[in-house]
């Protein structure tokens, strides 16, 4: 326990050895938060842009045959992948989706994965913004995407949390869709947590 000088809770005044404690505590505090802007560099603060990156990403995966972006008709299209050829259209669940992503003019609607073992390395590759492919975490990975509004259209009746049957397959699933309803709900989540700090 570090002592105050006389009359120091209500004259004012730190001891010396409070001072250096509290200097060497925010130093503590900066160390750490240099390391973690170090390890995000190369695309910014990846929180802060992580929404736009991964829509991009999408947009990259579907060229390169790894999924299949569904959009609304009216949207200007995306061509079909390269190599994609009629599997291109593999999940009617997601093309048929009317719940549009409400960011940009790509009328993302969902997605379908066309080459499972690349879009396993690719979603994890995107997630550690580059890094060490070791550090990826599939759960904090999927709440990234319940966050933005996608889930899988695949359920799974070994489901975690909540009613059992109401889960979805994160990991197998063959087509993801965008749900307003869920961005909305993890929205209000999201400014539940920070109006109280």
Same mark, same amino acid.
């Given at each position: 326990?570090?002592?105050?000088?006389?009359?120091?809770?209500?004259?004012?005044?730190?001891?010396?050895?409070?001072?250096?404690?509290?200097?060497?505590?925010?130093?503590?505090?900066?160390?750490?938060?240099?390391?973690?802007?170090?390890?995000?560099?190369?695309?910014?603060?990846?929180?802060?842009?992580?929404?736009?990156?991964?829509?991009?990403?999408?947009?990259?995966?579907?060229?390169?045959?790894?999924?299949?972006?569904?959009?609304?008709?009216?949207?200007?299209?995306?061509?079909?992948?390269?190599?994609?050829?009629?599997?291109?259209?593999?999940?009617?669940?997601?093309?048929?989706?009317?719940?549009?992503?409400?960011?940009?003019?790509?009328?993302?609607?969902?997605?379908?994965?066309?080459?499972?073992? /690349?879009?396993?390395? #690719? $979603?994890?590759?995107?997630?550690?913004? +580059?890094? *060490?492919?070791?550090?990826?975490?599939?759960?904090? =990975?999927?709440?990234?995407?319940?966050?933005?509004?996608?889930?899988?259209?695949? /359920?799974?009746?070994? #489901? $975690?949390?909540?009613?059992?049957?109401? +889960?979805? *397959?994160?990991?197998?699933?063959?087509?993801?869709? =965008?749900?307003?309803?869920?961005?909305?709900?993890?929205?209000?989540?999201?400014?539940?947590?920070?109006?109280?700090?």
């Amino acid at each position: 326990p570090v002592q105050e000088e006389p009359g120091g809770a209500g004259g004012g005044k730190m001891s010396k050895a409070r001072l250096e404690q509290l200097q060497e505590y925010i130093g503590g505090a900066r160390t750490k938060q240099s390391k973690w802007t170090s390890r995000v560099s190369g695309g910014g603060l990846f929180k802060k842009n992580q929404e736009s990156s991964f829509v991009e990403r999408l947009e990259d995966w579907h060229g390169t045959a790894i999924i299949r972006v569904h959009q609304l008709p009216s949207a200007p299209l995306l061509p079909l992948p390269v190599g994609g050829g009629s599997a291109a259209a593999a999940c009617g669940v997601a093309s048929a989706n009317v719940d549009v992503y409400p960011s940009g003019d790509l009328g993302l609607v969902g997605w379908s994965v066309l080459d499972q073992d /690349a879009w396993q390395q #690719a $979603k994890r590759v995107w997630f550690t913004n +580059g890094g *060490d492919i070791a550090s990826f975490k599939p759960n904090s =990975f999927n709440m990234c995407l319940r966050h933005m509004g996608f889930r899988p259209t695949k /359920a799974s009746k070994a #489901a $975690k949390y909540g009613t059992p049957g109401t +889960g979805y *397959d994160w990991e197998g699933t063959p087509s993801y869709v =965008f749900d307003s309803e869920l961005r909305l709900k993890y929205a209000s989540k999201r400014s539940k947590g920070t109006a109280g700090r």
